[in-house]
């Protein structure tokens, strides 16, 4: 009998078209309550969802990014690690303090807005949702902070643009799990391992077969190409944190 969880899991695909139908007052609350009974660190409950709504800030938003189609989804969420909200609960001492501006708490923060978006991304999808997991807000992590009037020991994490799905793209080939699963301990990798070549291969077939977008393509390729960007392209991303009172 067919795991209705694991098809769900198995079949994930990133959707960047959507139809004009928003998403309805009902499931977004569905997905925020999917959000809320994904697991936290130590139940602190350390992040935010911010609904971006204004035509004016998705706008902004996909200059950030790059990526305009996000303007056409059905609804957007930024995923936000809060130590804000848990300040604003705690007695206002030296080790509270310290605690919350610690690199622990910025992590747990980061973590649990991570997990979060996995389980709006996975509940949306047992809906006939579709979306994509957005890094790229991280762009420009001091305009999306004024964008979005974060306080502080509140940083912006990951962008979700979700809707019903107007594509159906074929999936991608994940890495062998020889090549990434290991036992009691790390396994390295060589570029001659017959396991990672015939990954190789898989992904250009992948890419040269698939409907739009056909390409030259390995997972070496990609990944080469990736670790060739400039490294200051986010360089915002540190100058937020530290803008937000972390890691000084």
Known sequence: MANPT?????SHRS????TSEPLSEAEVTT???AAQHAA???FSQQ???ISVTDPAKLAALAEITGHHWLEKAGHYFVMVADQYRNQCLSLNDDTTQANLHSLDKLLAGIFDASIATEAIVTAGESLG???TIMGSILNDVPRLINLL??????LPVLGIAIGHPAEQPEQKPRLPQQLMHFTNGYHTLSSTDRALQAYDQLVADYYHQRETHQRDETFTHHIATELS?????RAGILIGIHQQGWLH
């Open 15 to 18: 959707i960047r078209k959507f």
């Open 40 to 42: 936290t660190s130590t």
């Open 47 to 49: 992040y935010s969802i």
């Open 229 to 233: 960007r400039d490294p200051q392209q």
């Open 31 to 33: 997905l925020i309550d």
């Open 129 to 131: 949702l579709g979306s």
């Open 6 to 10: 694991l098809t769900t899991l198995q």
């Open 149 to 154: 009037d974060l306080p502080k020991l509140t």
